[in-house]
T-cell receptor, first 114, second 115 residues
Framework: DAMVIQNPRYQVTQFGKPVTLSCSQTLNHNVMYWYQQKSSQAPKLLFHYYDKDFNNEADTPDNFQSRRPNTSFCFLDIRSPGLGDAAMYLC?????????????FGPGTRLLVL | AQSVAQPEDQVNVAEGNPLTVKCTYSVSGNPYLFWYVQYPNRGLQFLLKYITGDNLVKGSYGFEAEFNKSQTSFHLKKPSALVSDSALYFCAVRDSYSSASKIIFGSGTRLSIRP
């Protein structure tokens, strides 16, 4: 009964080679989030989609983009990965804010940049 | 600005002893508070939340947290620690200025339970 699924779990890419990480959900939640987490630090929010509305965090580099083609799927695109982009990338979902519920996280994708 | 603080980077406890992981918060308005746990190379798992009601909140895996408004704290507790509780714990608060259910995380506390 997986709820938030991330593929792949581990991704290796080369410096400067575009990479796409995938997230899907079976919860039919309105909101989907992408976080970057480095070495046991707090997750850092990159952006989120509230239904089809995209919301970028002010300090998210332009190198990071996202797509949400439908309710269930959301993608994180890194256009030109640098060594500093090696991290765990976490996808999360939640219902609309009025439900006052928590976020549900996927297992994460660990990205290695060579 | 809304924030949560976890003053301890690491907490070490012997198995079978009670454990406390500390969290303090700073919010405007009513606080919506959460605890998450993260095991190595895994995503965050929700433990418990406080929105309103009873100050003692019970959650998963035998954990509980006590909301204290006067001390602006939301400490995580467990009466008897297990080695399997060893993990990274994050306290978080909902960002009430956000149109979505954004949450703000503390810096995390690594809990280590020795046999």
């Amino acid at each position: 009964d997986a709820m938030v699924i991330q593929n792949p779990r581990y991704q290796v890419t080369q410096f400067g080679k575009p990479v796409t990480l995938s997230c899907s959900q079976t919860l039919n939640h309105n909101v989907m989030y992408w976080y970057q987490q480095k070495s046991s630090q707090a997750p850092k929010l990159l952006f989120h989609y509230y239904d089809k509305d995209f919301n970028n965090e002010a300090d998210t580099p332009d190198n990071f983009q996202s797509r949400r083609p439908n309710t269930s799927f959301c993608f994180l695109d890194i256009r030109s990965p640098g060594l500093g982009d090696a991290a765990m990338y976490l996808c999360a979902t939640s219902r609309a804010p009025e439900y006052q519920e928590t976020q549900y996280f996927g297992p994460g994708t660990r990205l290695l940049v060579l | 600005a809304q924030s949560v603080a976890q003053p301890e980077d690491q907490v070490n406890v012997a198995e079978g002893n009670p454990l406390t992981v500390k969290c303090t918060y700073s919010v405007s308005g009513n606080p919506y508070l959460f605890w998450y746990v993260q095991y190595p190379n895994r995503g965050l798992q929700f433990l418990l939340k406080y929105i309103t009601g009873d100050n003692l909140v019970k959650g998963s895996y035998g954990f509980e947290a006590e909301f204290n408004k006067s001390q602006t704290s939301f400490h995580l507790k467990k009466p008897s620690a297990l080695v399997s509780d060893s993990a990274l714990y994050f306290c978080a608060v909902r960002d009430s200025y956000s149109s979505a259910s954004k949450i703000i995380f503390g810096s995390g506390t690594r809990l280590s339970i020795r046999p």
